[in-house]
């Protein structure tokens, strides 16, 4: 049920609302009267003894803040890099793919072994393809692990 009101008002079976489309809405109860800028809202529980009706929130952000929103947005828009494991002969393939499932957020077993093997045979293997940070700071937990790898704008997108 639409209702039309001015302010936060608790409604019960025995409020009546008078309005018409485009004019000011009065609500009466008794001697009570409130007049103003009408408001469209959802009625919730009608029929039940009434409901408590409440003005739209309107979300606002600190100038010079941005929201989590448009952080995400950027970072889906910024270039995406290529993260490269290089083939080494000091690790072990064991401890090669425990670090790729450490470091990578989301990585499987089955991922993690693929390109492990990828890098083995071919001399190197693309591990994740991220925001340029992203991207940075996967590189410096590989390295800090002793896995040899590097970063390259990827073309083409992800």
Known sequence: ?????????????NHVINSKSGDKVLLYKGQYMARGVPRTVSAAGAGKGGGLLE????????????????LRKSR????????????DNFNKREYVVQ??????PGMTLDNAVNIMQEAH??????VI??????AEE???????????SSIEPASGGC
């Open 121 to 126: 045979h071919n001399g190197l293997a693309v």
């Open 55 to 70: 003005r739209p929130t309107v979300e606002t952000t600190t100038p010079g803040r941005e929201s989590e929103f448009d």
């Open 99 to 104: 670090v790729l499932m450490k470091v990578i």
């Open 76 to 87: 889906k828009m910024s270039p995406p890099y290529r993260v490269m494991l290089h083939n």
């Open 138 to 148: 996967h590189c410096t937990q590989l390295r800090g692990n002793g896995l040899l």
């Open 129 to 134: 393809i991220c925001a340029q940070a992203d």
């Open 1 to 13: 049920m639409d209702s039309a009101m001015y302010s936060r008002i608790a409604l019960s079976p």
